[in-house]
């Protein structure tokens, strides 16, 4: 038995175009400065204006230049979406692995954590605390990674319950091998696909829900992001100019929100059939959305 | 009557033996044992009063000291009082002599009858010892080896000694001779003291009572036959009587590691011991006493490497294990069989604490086991029944081997690699690159289980537990890892508790034998003893089972199976 997900990944074209279409809008998000004629923030002079070839999808309300503002978006969104994976990841791995391993009243007690933390309508709890709070974007990769981990906790822990009975972690044991070493030599490397799957998700979910958080006004208002761009742009539908401020911009969100899907499908598919039960559950928490 | 005190017999610088001592009564028969070169033959030279060598210490007989009689007392006991039935039958005769003539000679020496008595007395004698008619007086090359050693009993027996010295007596004859030339050496050695000078340790079994082993020039052991041949209590003792095919061992015939070497400081035989500890190479243990059985050991014979004592298991409410006590020695294999969910595996996991026990605990090396750290599974590993599942698909051989000298964190990395190196080379895998650098489902499951095996071997461990090592492999190969690991045996001392469903494996690789029913031992006892006469019915139907009867028994009470698990 020696599988690896991550390897299948490259042959298979469903992940390939994810992989490419997400590769194209992290180089926009990287290089938006060169790409964009200009700062996203200035003022160009004309309000409403068509697409020129100085202004490649028009100005805004604001007289501000919406393809800037579109490459400026996606760095927010894919930094939000980065930050939340590794973020929201590394707990559920901390909390689901360790529960898994030390059992008893540790365990019970995040087990329990996590069914709370699931019960809970994060969107409702976010406003609220964004509303006390001067919404900003490390505030929100906070709130959004706090309530994705008890998802993945659940998963690692269900995972890491099942690698600690393998013969090769028994035969670690007789050894004199401590947990640590366990942890990082024998459960670690098997968890990865499966980490890997549970960051793309996060990563998927943290970008709809910044956008909607955006889009529904709770957030940073010096922040660019596509979610506040539609908001604003559905506002001045009666004008012809949503057809080059709302499409892109709705255009661009589902290209990244589609590349991170294919993704998660392809990896889905590729990992042991073993790990499949991990699909069943990774449905549920998906209410947020 | 026949004592011999403080022996010791050298030629030239070469001191052959070291301080013998033995006390013998009329109608006492004693084995002496050991590997050639051990000493034996110059015992009984020496007890006859012919080695040609520096003695010193004396052998007493009716109160004479032999080595200060004169030379005519001695040569008029020599074969009168103290006989012997040399060990080369084609050397011992006169080739240009009638075998008869020959009798004739050895009782006119000592007796001065006349010719015609002294004839007829070796008629009679050759007739006792069943050569009649024309072979009475045929040439030596006239006759058989059996018949030559007939004659040369009779001619040890023609005086009526007291003592009757034995050397090989039966070598070179097959077996159905052997057993004649048996019967016939029983009833000659009634009433007199015999010394039987043999490696055959059938034979010691068969003629003597006591029985003494011989090494380097020492007795290493001595004490009842019957019993020495059941349980032997010095290492050498096992390792001889593993080495000799009898008919009732069932295992594989196993060899003592090294040569015998004469010399040595400390114990003798401490080279070749696995179980020695640094006084054994300085110290030269005396004989003792230990329950009966005259043992020279530091350690008091084969020590108690593993004793589990009242362990108990349960899961929930279910009780896996009850009341466990198993004791397995220093060196031995011990199998643990029963059918699946009687609980073997689970004791072999107690042992390794991969379970906690509920009660009881587990004593190594004679220290409780309190906590098991890194010194503990330095002595004691497991192998586990499906390879590729204990080693991690992740790891290729050389990781997987690395594995635990990493966890021990042993040496530099050069210094584990050549560990690592060495303990692939025990297990007779490859150490190229390119064999290193395989992935498991890159192997034969054989191969895996070597690798597996290597990484056990690693640590230096003394304690092997495998539980079912062989059960996924199929027979051939099966067949090499169980002779791999017997061989390993041999050379590392190793002990282990081979757990297993299999009598009939069982029977080739182990010493001893517990068998396990319903989470407890209904009967550890000698392997051949467990199989040809089980003690416990549930024993009883496992090895009728396992021997292909079990059509023929279906019908029996044995066979029922309710019975035995009511």
């Known amino acids: 038995m020696h599988i690896d997900p991550l390897r299948d990944l490259l042959h298979d074209r469903l992940a390939l175009s994810g992989m490419i279409i997400l590769a194209l809008i992290g180089f926009m998000a990287i290089f938006a400065p060169l790409l964009s004629g200009c700062s996203p923030d200035d003022y160009t002079g004309q309000i409403f204006s068509p697409p020129s070839a100085d202004h490649l999808l028009g100005t805004d309300s604001m007289g501000q230049d919406i393809w800037s503002r579109l490459l400026f978006g ?87 319950l099942s690698l600690k009975e393998r013969t090769h972690v028994s035969a670690a044991r007789t050894f004199g091998a401590g947990w640590d070493h366990i942890l990082m030599h024998h459960i670690i490397p098997d968890l990865a696909p499966l980490i890997t799957a549970i960051m793309i998700q996060e990563a998927r979910r943290a970008v709809f829900m910044e956008a909607g958080l955006a889009f529904l006004g709770v957030s940073d208002p010096l922040v660019i992001s596509w979610g506040k761009m539609m908001q604003q742009a559905l506002a001045f539908t009666y004008l012809n100019v949503w057809e080059w401020w709302l499409l892109p911009t709705g255009f661009a969100l589902s290209l990244t929100l589609v590349s991170l899907s294919f993704l998660e499908i392809s990896l889905e598919t590729a990992m042991d059939p073993r790990l499949r039960k991990v699909r069943l559950i990774k449905d549920r928490p998906r209410r947020a959305d | 009557m026949l004592q011999v005190r403080d022996l010791k017999v050298s030629f030239g610088k070469a001191e052959i033996l070291r301080g013998i001592n033995l006390d013998l009564e009329i109608g006492d028969t004693i084995s002496i044992v050991g590997e050639s070169g051990a000493g034996k033959t110059t015992l009984g030279l020496s007890v006859m009063g012919l080695g040609e060598a520096s003695v010193s210490g004396e052998v007493r007989f009716r109160g004479k000291d032999l080595f200060k009689v004169p030379e005519d007392d001695l040569r008029s006991m020599r074969g009168k009082d103290i006989a012997m039935v040399f060990q080369n039958v084609e050397d011992a005769l006169d080739p240009l002599q009638r075998v008869h003539d020959q009798i004739a000679e050895a009782i006119h020496i000592h007796q001065s009858s006349s010719t015609k008595d002294v004839q007829t007395a070796a008629k009679k004698l050759l007739l006792s010892v069943g050569i009649k008619g024309d072979k009475a007086r045929a040439y030596p090359h006239q006759l058989s080896g059996g018949e030559r050693q007939r004659v040369i009993i009779a001619m040890a027996l023609a005086n009526d000694p007291d003592v009757l010295i034995l050397d090989e007596p039966t070598a070179s004859l097959d077996a159905l001779t052997k057993a004649d030339i048996l019967r016939l050496l029983r009833s000659a050695m009634v009433g007199r003291i015999s010394l039987v000078i043999t490696h055959d340790i059938a034979l010691a079994a068969a003629l003597t009572e006591q029985m003494a082993v011989l090494y380097a020039g020492r007795i290493v052991e001595m004490g009842r036959t019957a019993e020495m041949v059941r349980n032997a209590r010095h290492p050498y003792t096992r390792g001889l009587i593993r080495s000799f095919p009898g008919m009732t061992t069932t295992q594989d015939l196993q060899s003592i590691p090294g040569r015998m070497a004469h010399g040595l400081g400390g114990c003798p035989f401490h080279e070749r011991c696995t179980q020695r500890i640094d006084i054994c190479c300085h110290e030269t243990p005396t004989l003792q006493e230990i329950e009966g059985r005259l043992v020279a050991c530091h350690r008091g014979g084969i020590v108690p490497l593993l004793e589990v004592r009242g362990l108990s298991k349960s899961f929930d409410s279910c009780d896996v294990l009850s009341d466990i006590d198993l004791t397995l020695y220093e060196g031995e294999t011990l199998a643990l069989v029963g059918e699946s969910g009687s609980g073997k595996s689970t004791l072999s996991k107690l042992i390794m604490g991969l379970y906690e026990p509920d009660s009881g605990e587990v004593i190594l090396e004679k220290q409780k086991v309190h906590r098991r750290d890194i010194s503990f599974y330095s002595r004691v590993q497991m192998i586990f029944q499906n390879p590729k599942e204990s080693v991690s698909h992740r790891m290729n051989v050389l990781d997987a081997v690395l594995e635990p000298l990493v ?37 034969s499951g054989g191969e895996v289980q070597r690798v597996a095996i290597a990484r056990a071997l690693a640590l230096g461990p003394k304690l092997l537990i495998a539980d079912e090592p062989t059960s996924a492999l199929d027979p051939s190969v099966q067949a090499k890892i169980l002779k791999l690991l017997m061989g390993l045996q041999d050379k590392m001392g190793l002990a282990m508790l081979f757990v297993t469903h299999d009598i009939a494996l069982a029977r080739k690789v182990s010493d001893r034998m517990a068998v396990m029913l319903k989470g407890q031992i209904v009967e550890t006892r000698a392997t051949n003893e467990v199989l040809s006469n089980p003690e416990n019915p549930y024993t009883r139907k496992l090895v009728d089972c396992a021997s292909g009867r079990s059509e023929q028994i279906n019908n029996l009470e044995i066979f029922k199976a309710a019975d035995l698990w009511s």
């Open chain 1, 74 to 160: 996606a760095r927010t969104s894919l930094l939000v979406a980065t930050a939340v994976a590794f973020l929201s990841s590394a707990f559920s791995v901390f909390i689901g692995a360790s529960s898994a391993l030390m059992g008893g009243l540790y365990e019970r007690f995040w087990m329990r954590a996590v069914d709370a933390m699931i019960s809970i309508p994060s969107i409702i709890v976010m406003i609220l605390v964004a509303a006390y709070l001067r919404p900003s974007l490390p505030l929100l990769i906070i709130l959004l990674s706090a309530f994705s981990w008890p998802g993945g906790a659940r998963i690692i822990r269900s995972q890491v």
């Open chain 2, 407 to 443: 966890v021990h964190k042993k040496g530099t990395r050069e210094e584990r690699l050549i560990r690592a190196r060495k303990a692939l080379d025990l297990v007779e895998l490859p150490t190229t690159d390119d064999f290193l650098e395989r992935y498991p489902h890159q192997l």
